[in-house]
């Protein structure tokens, strides 16, 4: 019998090795067909026939039998590049003292492929998740076992070496899609020679290590000596060289995942909320992955999705790219047909960080790099840098886009291909570099700007520092009067405006500004030099009087509270968790990498913007100082901002960046959700939705039942788990219980983990008055909290809570 308490785990690993044939074994008169499986003695883990999701095709796989996870986590699969489409007429058997797999027309697909005597061969699947084969009658040595083939999953007790004997490493190699376990382009492997292991891409170029074992940790990864919960242990000898590790504590269930991501990551699980918990992993930087994005694939740290396609290219497979499988890379929209002069080229010019590899280099000017170049049909792209021109005439690969002072690509594609703006300025690249007139028009023109001293009349309107001030009668004429508006808040209105240039503009018209001329422009220029990937930018000002108005950028989707409230278009979950990250990088701009502090104090969907790729922007952030710390206006003419203002912010107390972590945590739940957290129902006066989900967190039901209706479940279980727990912390009632937001960041971002958080005083307060407006007022002095609970049906009353 096997003891299921976490002291005896090690006993069963000692006990099934010598185990009588049982469930857990197959022998040379059994086969294993449809929804057979064996399981462990322990029953720890189990190997069965299995299918990925959105998959018709089925495997052989081990998985863990005792985790409640749904799919199962599989850690080893047999037959990855040769699957099977009918599970009922396949058999995996022993035959001639090989383990075998017989497809549904009885062919031979996969085999342990040993040359053996054995008259009784035996599978056994072990507690410690390796499958092997041995002799019936003798169970000391396994003649091979799955161990030695991992595929993307390094378990504990498994070793992953070199042996010196066969010149062979166990090698970890990605699966080829979530949703394909076939061998993937990332491999991980040792080199014995340096004592390091190394991630590759397509078996050869490598672009990560672990730096040398130096006795604890491997070099590059100090981590791993700051845990005391793992023993890493690397042993050296004549045969080989390998790592192995195993958690002190028996009942810590762990693994290491070679990601399809191309990322290695250590997990452990958690009993608590039936899910994988991110230890860390490596490399940081997705976009230090190599050919992440594939041929003509341009990676980018900061957006929705890490990959994205040049311009005038598309996926090669839609189908692969919406799964996140970027490895098919892009194709040109429009084929170029060399030689038949169907479709005219033209370059395309982008700012990497590094230029691909596999080009040649020749001595010419810039004139003739592009000139041939342009000429070649072989040529894709070419660079001149340091007065030397180098051509690619392949695929291009690992572009990770700059806007530093990277190197600059010319890409060629179609002309129709290109946006009008980019086809003038790339033919006039070449008259003015060539051409000794456009270098005296350059210089012409350098010379006026010196000159103006960075103050540029344009009719009233006039160009101060980094910033525009623009005349108000511009304003006028660019907003059609202000007719066409975009929407309010707390701050003021917001219209929207088409300036000389033809570029669009949101104008937000302030209110209540009581600064003067000259500290209104002080403190808008201040704003104006904060700038981040997170956050809109400001264009420009107006000051004439009273009137006191802010040009942004016009940000083409909105803002997000149009698509999750007023149904513009429905975001998809991988957006929305998108959106989360994002925000959450720009309230860490604001708090903690600003030469002062910004406290935003109202953050709410309404002021999260989204531009043409759905990347979030944080608006009206600086906005606070300028009307001051009055924020009772806020309250009576801002839809919604009371339901995510902080206890404290009504207390009269120092407000602090705190406060926005409040905001924040309320506006996750409507994130997830799709909903006001107060929008009340007919059915039931419960329906507050962070109270919703504290329950679940609490009571581990079903986390995808309060996603958003409009996605039909279609969420990543982690993520919606992850950002739920996070919410509720960032609405604990003491500030200091809250996290900063740059712990926030690291958590959503995958480098943190999240524990179960406490449930919020105000979730339990809220639930029980559903239909009320509920917000809470602080009194230092005694500790106390008056709840104040306006009914919807008129008058008020008062309540008093421990806080």
């Not at 290109?418 to 010379?447: D, M, T, W």
């Not at 910004?598 to 906005?623: M, T």
């Not at 996750?668 to 909903?675: A, D, N, Q, T």
């Not at 504290?694 to 969420?715: F, H, M, P, Y």
Request: contains cysteine; charged residues 20%; hydrophobic residues 35%.
């Amino acid at each position: 019998m096997c003891f299921k308490e976490s002291k005896l785990f090690l006993l069963c690993f000692s006990l099934s090795i010598t185990v009588s044939y049982g469930a857990n074994t197959i022998s040379a008169n059994q086969s294993l067909s449809g929804n057979q499986t064996i399981i462990s003695e322990c029953e720890q883990f189990e190997l069965g026939f299995f299918k990925p999701c959105n998959s018709s095709n089925y495997y052989i796989g081990i998985w863990y039998k005792k985790l409640n996870s749904n799919p199962p986590t599989i850690v080893w699969v047999a037959n990855r590049e040769t699957p099977i489409s009918d599970r009922f007429r396949s058999q995996l058997k022993i035959i001639d003292g090989n383990l075998v797999l017989l497809n549904e027309s009885k062919s031979l697909i996969w085999s342990t492929n040993v040359t053996t005597t054995l008259k009784s061969a035996i599978a056994v699947i072990l507690d410690d998740g390796n499958l092997v084969l041995r002799d019936g009658s003798n169970s000391v040595e396994p003649v091979w076992q799955s161990f030695d083939h991992p595929t993307h999953t390094w378990l504990p007790a498994a070793k992953l070496g070199y042996n010196y004997k066969t010149k062979k490493s166990q090698v970890l190699t990605s699966w080829r899609s979530k949703h394909d376990p076939g061998v993937g382009l990332f491999s991980l492997e040792l080199h014995p020679s340096t004592r390091e292991y190394v991630i590759k891409w397509n078996g050869s170029q490598q672009y990560w290590t672990t730096g040398s074992w130096n006795g604890k940790s491997f070099d590059l990864i100090p981590q791993m000596s700051l845990t005391h919960k793992y023993d890493f242990s690397y042993h050296t000898n004549e045969n080989e060289s390998y790592l192995t590790y195993s958690p002190y504590d028996p009942s810590i269930i762990s693994r290491f995942v070679l990601d399809v991501s191309g990322r290695i990551q250590r997990q452990s699980w958690s009993e608590t909320t039936n899910e994988w918990n991110l230890i860390w992993f490596e490399p940081k930087s997705q976009c230090d992955v190599y050919a992440l994005c594939g041929a003509f694939g341009s990676c980018k740290q900061f957006g929705l999705t890490f990959c994205h396609c040049l311009t005038g290219f598309k996926p090669r497979s839609e189908n692969d790219w919406n799964q996140s499988d970027f490895s098919g890379g892009c194709v040109r929209k429009t084929d170029l047909q060399c030689g038949r002069n169907i479709e005219k080229p033209n370059f395309l010019m982008i700012t990497v960080k590094n230029l691909p590899p596999n080009n040649s280099v020749a001595v010419w000017s810039v004139g003739e790099c592009r000139t041939t170049c342009l000429n070649d049909c072989l040529c894709n792209a070419y660079s001149f840098v340091d007065n030397k021109c180098s051509f690619w005439n392949g695929d291009l690969l690992n572009l990770s886009e700059d806007n530093g002072n990277g190197n600059k690509i010319y890409i060629k594609v179609a002309s129709k291909d290109l946006p009008r703006h980019n086809k003038s300025n790339l033919v006039n690249i070449g008259a003015v570099v060539g051409a000794v007139g456009g270098v005296i028009c350059v210089l012409g023109l350098c010379l006026i700007l010196i000159y103006r001293r960075k103050r540029i009349k344009v009719g009233k309107t006039t160009m101060e520092g980094l910033l525009v001030a623009f005349a108000y009668k511009d304003l006028q004429i660019a907003t059609k009067n202000f007719s066409d508006k975009l929407g309010g808040g707390g701050f003021g209105q917001v219209f929207k405006g088409r300036l000389g240039d033809l570029s669009i503009v949101a104008v937000k018209k302030l209110e209540s500004i009581r600064q003067g001329e000259k500290e209104f422009r002080n403190e808008v220029s201040t704003i104006g030099t904060i700038q981040h990937v997170n956050l809109v930018r400001l264009r420009g000002f107006c000051a004439r009087g009273k009137n006191k108005l802010l040009v942004y950028n016009y940000m083409e989707h909105g803002s997000l509270d149009t698509h999750l409230f007023h149904g513009k278009q429905v975001l998809n979950w991988v957006t929305r968790y998108q959106i989360a990250l994002g925000t959450a990088r720009g309230l860490v701009y604001l708090h903690d990498k600003c030469r002062e502090c910004i406290i935003h104090c109202d953050i709410k969907p309404e002021n999260i913007l989204l531009d043409v790729d759905f990347c979030p922007k944080i608006a009206d952030f600086g906005l606070a100082k300028l009307v001051g710390r009055d924020f009772s206006r806020v309250l009576t003419t801002a839809r919604g901002s009371i339901g995510y203002i902080a206890p404290e912010w009504l207390s009269g107390v120092a407000v602090t960046p705190k406060a926005d972590v409040y905001s924040y945590g309320m506006m996750l739940f409507e994130l997830v959700h799709g909903k006001r957290n107060s929008e009340g129902s007919q059915d039931s006066r419960s329906k507050y939705f962070p109270s919703l989900v504290a329950n679940a967190l609490k009571e581990g039901t079903d986390i995808l039942s309060l996603v958003d209706t409009r996605l039909n479940r279609e969420a990543c279980v982690e993520q919606v788990t992850k950002i739920c727990k996070v919410a509720c912390w960032c609405i604990q009632d003491e500030e200091a219980s809250r996290p900063t937001m740059s712990l926030v960041e690291r958590i959503l971002d995958g480098v943190s983990d999240v524990s179960m958080p406490p449930i919020p005083q105000i979730v339990t307060l809220f639930g029980e008055n559903m239909g009320d407006s509920v917000f809470f007022t602080h009194s230092p002095s005694n500790g106390r909290s008056l709840v104040h609970s306006y009914s919807s049906g008129g008058g008020s009353q008062l309540k008093t809570a421990s806080s």
